[in-house]
C-alpha cells in the first residue's frame, strides 16, 4: 500500500524542502548583513517580474530540460550520468560543424540537422563510458566526470587550432550564417502582435525541449525499450532472466542520454551565442543532476523543476547586478535546494509518510 | 515417521514461572495489524514451536522478544519478572538468544572471533579468545557442538555455520534460544543433528522456541506448539494431543490437503534432453560437472538436492542466463533441436522462443520486478508479445486486461492490478510468476523452489497448477530443496551432489533416508535403514571431501 497519496510525494514534499532551503538561504543572507526579503524579491522581479526576466528564466529552463532529461533517462537504467557536461560541450561542437560547413539555407532545415549533429556527438560522447560500463564494468560514474575533461581540453583544442577563423583572437568559431539563426520566442511574439520578451534569448528551442519531455514519456512508460531500460535499473538478474541484454539497454540508454544533453547545444549554441565559443555549457550538465534529482526522473518533473533552477540561475544574476550579495551566494542556494531536495529527501518524507499514515488511521478507526 | 518423538517432554512443575510469557502483545504498522492481543507462555525447559503461514506474524513477534520492535501495548516476562526488552543487548542480558534464518557472521573471522564479537571482555582480544576457547570447548562437550574454533566461516559447511550461531548465543549466556526457520538450509542429516543438538539443550533445562512452517519437524520435536493466522494465536497446544491435518487446518483456517492428488503420468516423447552439461564459473569453480537427464512430456523430474550444489546454474543455464563469464559445454536439446550455449541466440528470449518457460528460484530478484505494478510483471519476459503490443507502443491496456483475468485465475489477494509486485506476500507474488509462466503453455516448465516462503494454502493452489500442467503433456523440471515437495509431485526424481547426478530414484520406490544420503554425495544407499541420517561425527564421503576443496 501507498504510504501517502501520490499528490503529497511528487508536489508537497519538494515543497517542503524547497521552504526549508529558502528559510536556510535567508539565514545566510542575514548573516551576511543583507535582507533576506529584499533578496527574494529582487529574484522574483528579476527573473519573473517582468517578460524580459522570463525571457532569460525560459532559456535558462530550456538548457536545464535536456540535460534533466538526459540524467533522468540514464537513472532509470541504474545508470548516474556525471557527464551531461561534456556531453553537451560536444554537441556544440556537432552543431558547429553541421552549420559551418553545410549549407543549409533555412532554420527550418537547419534545425532538425544540427539537433541530429548535436545529438550524434552528445550520443558518441556517451558511448565510449557505456561501452566501457557495460563490457569492462568501469564505473560509469568515473568514466563520465573524466570525458567531461576530456571534452573541456578537447574543445579547447578544436576551438584554438581548428575552428578559430584566421586573424581572431577569441578562441571561438567563426558565426554560423545569418539564415540558420533560430527564431527567438521575442520575434514570434512580435509576429502575432505582442511584445514580449524583447532582447531575451528564449528561441524556439524552447518548444523543442517541452516537446523532448514528452517523448521521453513515451519512451519510458510506453514503448518497450522503456520498459526494458526501467526492468534492467531496478534489477539486472531480472531482466537476464527476462531475456533483456544488460549490454544493449546499457548503450541504449546512454546513448540517449548522451544524445538528449548535446541537444541542449541547439539552445545554447545554436539558438543564443550563434557561434561556438570556449565553456559554453557554463555548467548546465552539473545542474542537471539537481534537476532530475528534483524531479524524480520525470519527464514532467524535470520540466518543473528545470524552470525552478532557470529562475535560480536568472534571478541570481540579477541579486549580483542589483544588490551587494555576491554572486557565489546563489550557489550556496543552489546548494541547499540540492540538499534539501535531494541528499536530505527523508527528512521531510519520513515525517510527511507518518503525519498520513496517522491521519489514515485515525480515519479508519 | 518412526523418529524420535518423546512423549512430550519438559518438566511438568507447575509451580516454576514460564520461562516466557508473553500477554496480550499487539503491534501495527500503520494499518497492518501484525500482532493482536498475543498470549503466550512458553515453560521452562521445553521446545516450543511456532507456526504460521508467511505474514502470520511469527517473525514480528520474535523481533518484540528480542528487541527490534516495541510492541503498542502488551507485557514480556522473562522468568516471571516484567521486562522491557528496548534492544538486543537487553534481550541478550535477559538471556535470550537469537539464530537467525539469514547468519549474521563475518565469513572471514576464525569461529572464535566470531563467537566473541560484540561480547568482547577488554581492549585486548588475546584474554577473551583465551576465555572463549575454554567455553567452546565446554560447550562442545556438553552438547555435541563439535566446530573447530579456528576455522574461518567460509570455510565450514552450512550446518556447522548454524553450529557458531548457536555458540554465539549460549557464549553469551543464552537460556531461551530462538530459532528462525533453521533447517531451511540443511540436509535431513545435518536437520537430524540440529535436532539431537536441541534436544539435549532442552534436558539441560534451556528453553527453545522453534519457529518453522514444516509440519513435520514440529511433530518431531517440539513439547508444545502455537499456531498463529493472521497475526492472532489462535491455539496453543501440547504436540502429542494434536496431529498434522489439525495444525494444517488450524494455520490456514480451512481443510487443506497436505498430499498431491495426483494420477499416475502418462509420459510421451522426450520433450527435454541434457547431455554431459558441465560449468565452471567466473571464479573457475566447476558448479556442473556433466549433468545428463531427460524429461518426457507429460512428466515431472524433480531435482533433489541441498541448495548451493549446482541447482541453481543448472536452471539458469537451461532458461539462458548463466552467471557472467563462465564456460559452459554439452548439449541441451529441446524436441530434439540442439538449443545455443553461447552466443545471442542464447539468452532467455531466445529459450521462451523455443517453448521454455521458465519460475525462477528467486521470485523477488529474478521472476519480478519489485517495483513494477503488478500488471507491468505479468509481460515481464513476454514484453515483445504481439498481444501486449500496438505498433511502436506498449499496449498498456491490453497487458492489464490480460493481468486482471490471471489475478482472477489465480486468486491473487488482493486482487488490484496496479498494487506494486513488493505489496504483495510471498505467496500471491508466486501466483503472480506461476500465472505469468504457466498461461504461455510452455512446453518445458522450469521451476525453481516454486513454495519457498509460500503459505500452505498457496502451496496447495501452485502444486495443482503444476500437475495440472504435467497432465496436459507438458514436461516440469521441478527443482526445490524441500524432500517433501520433491517427493509429492515428482514422477522421477535425480538427486544433485556437487554439480553431479548422483542418481535418479522413483518416488514410490525410495525414502527419505536414502535420497538424504544421496543429497549428501553417499551413492551406496543400498544397505541403508530407512530413516537413517548421517550419524554424528561420521567423516564425509572421501570423493566428496575432496572434491570441494
Not at chain 1, 131 to 157: C, D, E, K
Not at chain 2, 79 to 106: C, E, W, Y
Request: overall charge negative; charged content about 20%; hydrophobic content about 45%.
Amino acid at each position: 500500500m501507498d504510504k501517502m497519496p501520490k499528490w503529497a510525494d511528487v508536489i508537497l514534499t519538494p515543497l517542503i524542502s524547497l521552504l526549508l532551503a529558502m528559510a536556510i538561504s535567508a539565514l545566510v543572507i542575514l548573516a551576511i548583513g543583507e535582507s533576506p526579503w529584499l533578496a527574494l524579491k529582487t529574484m522574483v522581479d528579476g527573473a519573473l517580474g517582468s517578460s524580459y526576466g522570463w525571457g532569460f528564466t525560459l532559456y535558462y529552463t530550456t538548457n536545464f530540460i535536456f540535460t534533466g532529461l538526459a540524467v533522468a533517462v540514464a537513472y532509470h537504467a541504474s545508470l548516474f550520468n556525471i557527464g551531461g557536461e561534456g556531453q553537451a560541450a560536444m554537441g556544440g561542437l556537432g552543431v558547429a560543424l553541421v552549420l559551418l560547413y553545410l549549407p543549409l539555407p533555412h532554420w527550418i532545415l537547419a534545425l532538425p540537422v544540427a539537433m541530429a549533429g548535436a545529438a550524434m556527438f552528445g550520443a558518441a560522447w556517451a558511448l565510449i563510458p557505456a561501452w566501457l560500463q557495460a563490457r569492462r564494468g568501469s564505473h560509469i560514474v568515473i568514466t563520465t566526470i573524466m570525458f567531461n575533461f576530456i571534452a573541456a581540453a578537447l574543445l579547447n583544442y578544436v576551438l584554438v587550432n581548428l575552428l578559430r577563423p584566421v586573424g581572431s583572437m577569441d578562441p571561438a568559431s567563426g558565426r554560423f550564417p545569418e539564415a540558420t539563426h533560430l527564431p527567438k520566442l521575442s520575434d514570434i511574439a512580435l509576429g502575432m502582435g505582442l511584445e514580449w520578451g524583447k532582447n531575451t534569448p528564449v528561441n524556439v528551442t524552447f518548444i523543442v525541449a517541452i516537446i523532448a519531455c514528452l517523448l521521453v514519456w513515451l519512451l519510458i512508460w510506453r514503448t518497450r525499450l522503456g520498459y526494458e531500460i526501467r526492468a534492467f535499473g531496478r534489477s539486472e538478474p531480472g531482466a537476464l532472466y527476462a531475456g533483456i541484454s544488460p549490454v544493449r539497454i546499457t548503450v541504449l540508454a546512454m546513448l540517449i542520454s548522451g544524445g538528449l544533453a548535446g541537444l541542449m547545444a541547439i539552445n545554447n549554441v545554436m539558438g543564443e551565442s550563434e557561434r561556438l565559443v570556449l565553456n559554453a555549457v557554463e555548467g548546465a550538465g552539473f545542474i542537471g543532476i539537481a534537476v532530475a534529482l528534483m524531479g524524480r526522473n520525470h519527464p514532467l518533473g524535470v520540466l518543473l523543476a528545470a524552470l525552478l533552477f532557470g529562475f535560480l540561475y536568472q534571478g541570481g544574476g540579477e541579486l549580483a547586478l542589483w544588490t551587494s550579495i555576491p554572486r557565489e551566494l546563489i550557489i550556496v542556494i543552489q546548494a541547499l535546494v540540492i540538499l534539501f531536495t535531494g541528499a536530505l529527501d527523508n527528512m521531510v518524507r519520513m515525517p510527511l509518510e507518518r503525519l498520513f499514515l496517522s491521519r489514515r488511521k485515525r480515519g479508519a478507526a | 515417521m518412526a523418529g524420535a518423538s518423546e512423549p512430550a517432554g519438559g518438566r511438568p512443575d507447575g509451580a516454576a514461572p514460564p520461562a516466557i510469557e508473553l500477554r496480550g502483545i499487539s503491534k501495527a504498522f500503520g494499518p497492518v495489524q501484525a500482532n493482536r492481543n498475543i498470549d503466550l507462555a512458553v515453560p521452562r525447559g521445553t521446545i516450543h514451536g511456532i507456526i504460521g503461514e508467511n505474514g502470520a506474524g511469527k517473525s514480528t513477534l520474535m523481533s518484540i522478544l528480542y528487541g527490534f520492535y516495541k510492541p503498542d501495548s502488551g507485557e514480556i516476562l522473562v522468568n516471571g519478572q516484567p521486562i522491557t526488552i528496548s534492544d538486543s543487548q537487553t534481550a541478550i542480558r535477559a538471556g535470550i538468544g537469537m539464530v537467525f534464518q539469514h547468519f549474521k557472521l563475518v565469513q572471514n573471522f576464525t569461529v572464535l572471533e566470531n563467537v566473541i564479537l560484540g561480547a568482547e571482555d577488554g581492549r585486548l582480544l588475546r584474554p577473551s579468545l583465551a576465555k572463549a576457547r575454554g567455553v567452546l570447548k565446554q560447550l562442545a562437550a556438553e552438547y555435541q557442538l563439535n566446530v573447530d574454533p579456528d576455522e574461518t566461516i567460509e570455510e565450514l559447511s552450512v550446518g556447522h555455520q548454524q553450529r557458531v550461531e548457536i555458540l554465539k548465543a549460549l557464549y553469551r549466556q543464552a537460556d531461551i534460544l530462538i530459532l528462525d526457520e533453521p533447517t531451511g538450509v540443511l540436509t535431513p542429516a545435518e536437520a537430524d543433528h540440529l535436532f539431537r543438538i536441541l534436544e539435549g539443550l532442552r534436558d539441560e533445562g534451556k528453553t527453545i522456541i522453534l519457529i518453522t512452517h514444516k509440519l513435520r519437524e514440529i511433530m518431531e520435536i517440539t513439547d508444545n506448539v502455537s499456531v498463529m493466522r493472521r497475526g492472532e494465536m489462535v491455539a496453543s497446544v501440547r504436540t502429542a494431543e494434536t496431529s498434522p491435518e489439525e495444525l494444517a487446518e488450524l494455520m490456514v483456517g480451512r481443510k487443506v490437503l497436505l498430499n498431491v492428488d495426483k494420477a499416475p503420468a502418462r509420459p510421451g516423447a522426450p520433450v527435454l534432453e541434457v547431455r554431459d552439461l558441465r560449468l565452471v564459473d567466473a571464479d573457475g569453480v566447476e558448479r556442473l560437472r556433466g549433468i545428463g537427464f531427460d524429461i518426457r512430456a507429460g512428466e515431472i523430474l524433480g531435482i533433489a538436492g541441498v541448495s548451493g550444489n549446482g541447482q541453481t546454474q543448472l536452471l539458469e543455464l537451461l532458461g539462458g542466463y548463466p552467471e557472467k563469464g563462465s564456460r559452459v559445454s554439452g548439449s541441451i536439446r529441446v524436441h530434439g533441436q540442439e538449443l545455443d550455449l553461447t552466443g545471442t541466440r542464447s539468452d532467455a528470449a531466445t529459450r521462451r522462443a523455443r517453448g521454455i518457460g521458465h519460475v525462477p528460484e528467486d521470485r523477488q530478484v529474478e521472476g519480478l520486478i519489485m517495483d513494477f505494478a503488478a500488471w507491468e510483471n505479468v509481460a515481464f519476459g513476454y514484453h515483445h508479445a504481439p498481444k501486449y503490443n500496438r505498433g511502436w507502443l506498449m499496449d498498456n491496456d491490453a497487458i492489464r486486461k490480460d493481468a486482471e483475468g490471471k489475478i482472477a485465475r489465480f486468486d491473487v489477494r488482493p486482487p488490484n492490478c496496479h498494487l506494486a509486485a513488493r505489496n504483495f506476500s510471498g505467496g500471491n507474488q508466486q501466483k503472480i510468476v506461476v500465472a505469468r509462466e504457466i498461461e504461455r503453455n510452455p512446453d518445458l516448465l522450469l521451476i525453481g523452489q516454486p513454495t519457498r516462503g509460500v503459505d500452505i494454502g498457496a502451496i496447495e493452489f501452485i502444486h495443482k497448477r503444476i500437475v495440472e500442467l504435467r497432465d496436459a503433456g507438458k514436461a516440469v523440471l521441478l527443482v526445490s530443496v524441500e524432500l517433501d515437495e520433491i517427493l509429492s509431485l515428482s514422477d522421477r526424481i535425480a538427486v544433485m551432489f556437487d554439480g553431479r547426478i548422483m542418481g535418479e530414484r522413483l518416488p514410490g520406490q525410495t525414502t527419505t533416508g536414502e535420497l538424504g544420503l544421496l543429497m549428501a554425495g553417499i551413492t551406496d544407499t543400498a544397505h541403508v535403514p530407512d530413516d537413517a541420517g548421517i550419524p554424528p561425527g561420521t567423516p564425509p564421503h572421501a570423493e566428496a571431501a575432496g572434491d570441494t576443496a
